[in-house]
């Protein structure tokens, strides 16, 4: 037993959380290479290590991945301290580099030198496609105005295939449940986000996020357009970029008569947080959303006007209307604040409504018993979910009304 027990600490000192391992970096001069401070690590590596999100074998295991930030020229690079050499029953070392080179895209460097060379033609790299919208940003840190430019493109722009093959890496990192996509389908159009800088006299691009957009058909003849991948880098993540990128993509298909309206695909919460933002943001102005008619509850009017300006379907208008609302109702007065909760219940109340329906079809094959305690439960359990989920609504709702009462 004693035998054991000293394996297995043994054994526990060469297992590395990959989280911590992994250190990623955005090279924009060559000083950055030894500034740790540049450095991050992944939210996420269970895609590449499995669920643990770790590896065995290895004493201060380094997992170097850096890109150049403008044309995201990758060097790899494993370090450690230890390896382990000898060989226990049913253990053994776990080949990175076999599991990485899955995700990593060839023509990575395996040395700073060759790495360094590489940067240094960031100079010429040029980002893809055509620039749709540009914005400033003021550095605080820096006391500097920073520039930003948002550019569409495709996969028959030249170079643009090898550049989102290593762009994409990013995603296993940060979404969780992320997945590559199938890039030689033309229905895919992509929106690039770029820092313009300049370096001895001439313009830089360093990339600071994307967002993927695949068009599908809607009967008889529009097109509905959905959101299926978006993501701000580390370094930029905060600043207000993603909020930029995402109105810049609405506001670019709001202007096509064939678009119907606008999704996303399975979004995260975060992603409804911002999408509500900004959504919240544009329908503010509209005659449909004056704070006089928010009070009379959502019309088909606000349906209307949103879904024909800026091509919202009616489930995200609805959601604006209760943003909106909350901005004019005093919360301290009962009588506004029992007419807001009842009619954002209603709204969370529908998948009830939907299930009862399917145990009314139930029913006549279940006891009377049996149909009165579940009955009790469902209540129960509807009340519940529907007191909790209002609080976190609101909650959620309050937040994007003090970012809007930024802007």
């Known amino acids: 037993m004693a035998n054991l027990l000293n394996l297995e600490k043994k054994l526990a000192e060469y297992k590395c959380d990959t989280n911590k391992a992994i250190r990623l970096k955005l090279v924009r001069f ?10 991050f690590n992944p939210l996420y ?9 770790s590896v065995f074998g290895y004493k201060e295991l380094e997992i170097q991945l850096y890109y150049t930030t403008c044309s995201l020229t990758t060097f790899f690079n494993i370090k450690y301290a230890r390896k382990v050499v000898e060989k226990y029953d049913n253990v053994e070392v776990d080949n990175i580099e076999s599991k990485l080179l899955e995700y990593i895209p ?12 590489q940067l240094e033609k960031d100079a010429s790299f040029r980002p893809f496609g055509s620039l749709i919208h540009s914005y400033t940003m003021y550095d605080v840190k820096e006391g500097l105005q920073l520039n930003y430019e948002i550019y569409k493109t495709d996969i028959t722009c030249p170079g643009f295939k090898e550049y989102h093959e290593r762009l994409q890496t990013f995603l296993i990192w940060f979404i969780e449940t992320a997945s590559y996509i199938d890039i030689d389908d033309d229905k895919w159009q992509f929106f690039l986000v770029f820092e313009r800088y300049l370096e001895d006299g001439s313009p830089r691009f360093a ?7 695949y068009n599908f058909y809607a009967y008889p003849d529009k097109m ?28 670019f298909y709001t202007t096509k ?16 947080k911002l999408r509500d933002f900004v959504l919240a943001k544009l329908c503010q102005e509209l005659r449909a959303f004056a704070p006089e008619k928010l009070g009379n509850g959502f019309s088909a009017e606000m349906a209307e006007e949103a879904r024909t300006t800026w091509k919202i379907n009616k489930h995200h208008s609805r959601r604006v209307y209760e943003i909106l609302r909350l901005r004019v109702t005093n919360m301290s007065d009962a009588v506004q604040s029992s007419q807001y909760r009842l009619d954002v219940k209603r709204r969370l109340a529908i998948p009830f409504k939907k299930n009862k329906k399917e145990a009314t079809r139930l029913s006549r094959l279940m006891p009377e018993d049996w149909l009165a305690q579940q009955a009790e439960m469902t209540l129960s359990q509807e009340q519940e979910y529907l007191e909790e989920t209002y609080q976190n609504t609101v909650e959620q709702y ?10």
């Open 30 to 39: 060559s000083e950055d290479l030894e500034d740790e401070t540049t450095s």
């Open 224 to 251: 509905r357009p959905r959101i299926g991948q978006m993501l701000v880098l580390p370094p930029f993540q905060g600043e207000g970029h993603g909020a930029q990128l995402m109105e810049t993509v609405q506001r």
């Open 398 to 407: 309050r937040h994007i009304l003090e970012r809007l009462a930024r802007i």
């Open 207 to 213: 990339t600071v996020g994307y967002l993927t957009v």
């Open 45 to 53: 590596s269970h895609q590449v290590f499995g669920d643990e999100e």
């Open 106 to 117: 060839t023509g990575y460097c395996s040395s700073l030198d060759e790495f360094i060379v």
């Open 257 to 272: 008569p064939s678009i119907l309206d606008i999704t996303a695909e399975e979004p995260s919460e975060d992603f409804v």
